[in-house]
T-cell receptor, first 113, second 114 residues
């Protein structure tokens, strides 16, 4: 069965600092991988996705993620965070693409001035 | 405006009283899905639908029913709600299933079952 692990429940970063959120997945075939962001009281918004091709994926809001098959990882990065990036971030793996998504438990990001 | 709408946004009910949470999308999407979000568990898929009259179970379908009679609507039915179904529910839709098409999420329905 597919699964996703986000080992960091909560991360605090200073505004302007770099960010990396970790995601490890378990899946028997080539995975479809997604990162979503959920702002307080809001639904989820897709940041970026990966299925094949270039292992470094660019997304919205200046985020990027790198797929590393050997490490079963799909970590999310941003070179310089803004206060508006404070939110909860979810990594997801899809069987048959977006059809059956399995989400991680999320990482809550706090930004300090 | 392209959107996924859910109603109601908040609902408090009692054990055993049947309820329906509606979900509607105006993007002509084929694929729709329901998730529940619980603290520490992330989002878990309840049911999904690949097109009209085509539905399938997700990871946590027990206690829920769905129907897809029209392309735009995908209601979630709790025929006999129990307190363990207290949760935040999200509906989502996308153009196709089995692809990386973006799923658009509704704003969520917070359900409390007493």
């Amino acid at each position: 069965a597919q699964s996703v692990t986000q080992p960091d429940i909560h991360i605090t970063v200073s505004e302007g600092a770099s960010l990396e959120l970790r995601c490890n997945y378990s899946y028997g075939a080539t995975p479809y991988l997604f990162w979503y962001v959920q702002s307080p009281g809001q639904g989820l918004q897709l940041l970026l996705k990966y299925f094949s091709g270039d292992t470094l994926v660019q997304g919205i809001k200046g985020f990027e993620a790198e797929f590393k098959r050997s490490q079963s990882s799909f970590n999310l990065r941003k070179p310089s965070v803004h206060w508006s990036d404070a939110a909860e971030y979810f990594c997801a793996v899809g069987r048959f693409g977006n059809e059956k998504l399995t989400f991680g438990t999320g990482t809550r990001l706090t930004i300090i001035p | 405006e392209a959107q996924v709408t859910q109603n109601p946004r908040y609902l408090i009910t009692v054990t055993g009283k049947k309820l329906t949470v509606t979900c509607s999308q105006n993007m002509n999407h084929e694929y729709m899905s329901w998730y529940r979000q619980d603290p520490g568990l992330g989002l878990r898929q309840i049911y999904y639908s690949m097109n009209v009259e085509v539905t399938d179970k997700g990871d946590v379908p027990e206690g829920y029913k769905v129907s897809r009679k029209e392309k735009r609507n995908f209601p979630l039915i709790l025929e006999s709600p129990s307190p363990n179904q207290t949760s935040l529910y999200f509906c989502a839709s996308s153009f196709r299933s089995g692809t990386t098409d973006t799923q658009y999420f509704g704003p969520g329905t917070r359900l409390t079952v007493l």
